[in-house]
């Protein structure tokens, strides 16, 4: 069975700085990965994604994910904090050419402090 | 304007109420999906559909009902709520599945079932 793990409940990072927030998975085969942000008082929002080929994926609003598959992670980066990035974030995975079943993980609240 | 509308946004109801709560998107998606979210236990796939008359389970489908008898609409039946279905509950729409576009979410519906 597939399953994340995002091992922070919460991120605190100051404006301006990198910022990570983790998450590994487990799943038989290639997995398809992903990460949502849930914007207070919001629905959620696709940011990117990883299917195939470089392990650096680009999404949304300046963030980046490498998937990193001897770790069997996909971190979230970004390399300038905005005070507009503090959300909840959401990984998620899906196995490759099976069911289009998606599990996500538990999600990190991201505070980007001022 | 393209949207996942979901109605009513929020339910006060009691055990063993029979509820509906209806899902509709404008954008001629194939894919639509409920999700519940809960503290802690981030976001659980309940059902999802490649398309009309197609459903399939996710991860939490047991207390739930859905159909997909138009491509516009994907309602989510709870024939008898518990407090335990108590949750945020998600409607979000693709154009072909989840793995090669992404997701678009409705603004949530939160229930209380007493």
């Known amino acids: 069975a597939q399953s994340v793990a995002q091992p922070e409940d919460q991120v605190n990072v100051a404006e301006g700085n990198p910022l990570t927030v983790k998450c590994t998975y487990s799943?038989?085969?290639?997995?398809?990965l992903f990460w949502y942000v849930q914007y207070p008082n919001r629905g959620l929002q696709f940011l990117l994604k990883?299917?195939?080929?470089?392990?650096l994926v680009k999404g949304s609003y300046g963030f980046e994910a490498e998937f990193n598959k001897s770790q069997t992670s996909f971190h979230l980066k970004k390399p300038s904090a905005l005070v507009s990035d503090s959300a909840l974030y959401f990984c998620?995975?899906?196995?490759?050419?099976?069911?289009?079943?998606?599990?996500f993980g538990k999600g990190t609240r991201l505070h980007i402090l001022p | 304007e393209a949207q996942v509308t979901q109605n009513p946004r929020y339910l006060i109801t009691v055990t063993g109420k029979k509820l509906t709560v209806t899902c509709s998107q404008n954008?001629?998606?194939?894919?639509m999906s409920w999700y519940r979210q809960d503290p802690g236990l981030g976001l659980r796939q309940i059902y999802y559909?490649?398309?009309?008359?197609?459903?399939d389970k996710g991860d939490v489908p047991e207390g739930y009902k859905v159909s997909r008898k138009e491509k516009r609409n994907f309602p989510l039946i709870l024939e008898s709520p518990s407090p335990n279905q108590t949750s945020l509950y998600f409607c979000?729409?693709?154009?072909?599945?989840?793995?090669?576009?992404?997701?678009?979410f409705g603004p949530g519906t939160r229930l209380t079932v007493l």
């Open positions: 559909s490649m398309n009309v008359e197609v459903t």
């Open positions: 979000a729409s693709s154009s072909t599945g989840v793995r090669n576009n992404e997701q678009f």
């Open positions: 990883y299917i195939t080929g470089d392990n």
């Open positions: 954008m001629n998606h194939e894919y």
């Open positions: 799943v038989s085969g290639n997995p398809y």
């Open positions: 998620a995975v899906m196995r490759m050419n099976r069911d289009d079943k998606i599990i």
